[in-house]
């Protein structure tokens, strides 16, 4: 069956660096990505998107990578800020209009000062 | 406008109690679902409704039941509560169910079944 994961389940990076946080997938059918962050106590919130006939997205500090070839696609945070401490979630929308959203497990990003 | 909101935001229930979670949104939006979210998992779809009217299942729809008469509510009801529920509960609405149009996320209804 379709299936979303994410490959590292927690990442810590050092505020002011680059973090990456990767995600795979196994639809090679879907057509639209999303990363979503979820605040402690809090509903997850839009970061970026991404169609599949894009292979990069660039937003605020966030840039998405999304490489069909081998079903994956990343999350890439720009001078990392204890702000961005949550936890990350890619979902992926099928090649149906029914709205449905495949989430992957989460990566939880912590930030040391 | 406020958004999606969910009531309550936390609930105890009994095993075999029912209980209906609330949720609402004034964005006039077509689309909205409900997903369950346990602990180092991510969501999963529970059901979701494309427009008052019409609803269908999603990926883990046993125990619940939705109806949505109006545009503006969809909940979520347990018939007969069981501990595996217990859980904690997002309702999402969007403009539509098209890929590009952004899913905004209630607050959460933390639910414990004893």
């Known amino acids: 069956g379709e299936s979303v994961g994410l490959h590292l389940p927690t990442l810590s990076v050092q505020e002011g660096d680059n973090s990456i946080i990767n995600c795979a997938y196994s639809?090679?059918?879907?057509?639209?990505f999303i990363w979503y962050k979820q605040e402690s106590g809090k509903g997850p919130q839009f970061i970026i998107d991404?169609?599949?006939?894009?292979d990069k997205r660039q937003g605020q500090r966030v840039t998405v990578l999304l490489n069909k070839t081998v079903k994956h696609l990343s999350l890439q945070i720009a001078a990392t800020q204890p702000g961005d401490s949550a936890v990350y979630f890619c979902?992926?929308?099928?090649?149906?209009?029914?709205?449905?959203?495949?989430f992957g497990q989460g990566t939880t990003l912590q930030v040391k000062p | 406008n406020a958004g999606v909101t969910q009531t309550p935001k936390f609930q105890v229930l009994k095993t075999g109690q029912s209980m209906t979670l609330q949720c609402a949104q004034d964005?006039?939006?077509?689309?909205m679902s409900w997903y369950r979210q346990d602990p180092g998992m991510g969501l999963r779809l529970i059901h979701y409704?494309?427009?008052?009217?019409?609803?269908d299942q999603g990926e883990v729809p046993n125990g619940y039941n939705v109806s949505r008469s109006t545009t503006e509510d969809f909940p979520l009801r347990l018939l007969s509560a069981a501990p595996s529920q217990t859980s904690v509960y997002f309702c999402?609405?969007?403009?539509?169910?098209?890929?590009?149009?952004?899913?905004?996320f209630g607050p959460g209804t933390r639910l414990t079944v004893t």
């Open positions: 991404i169609r599949s006939n894009m």
């Open positions: 999402a609405s969007s403009y539509s169910g098209l890929a590009g149009i952004e899913q905004y």
């Open positions: 979902a992926e929308k099928g090649s149906s209009n029914t709205g449905k959203l495949i």
């Open positions: 409704s494309v427009g008052a009217g019409i609803t």
């Open positions: 639809n090679s059918a879907s057509d639209y």
């Open positions: 964005m006039n939006h077509e689309y």
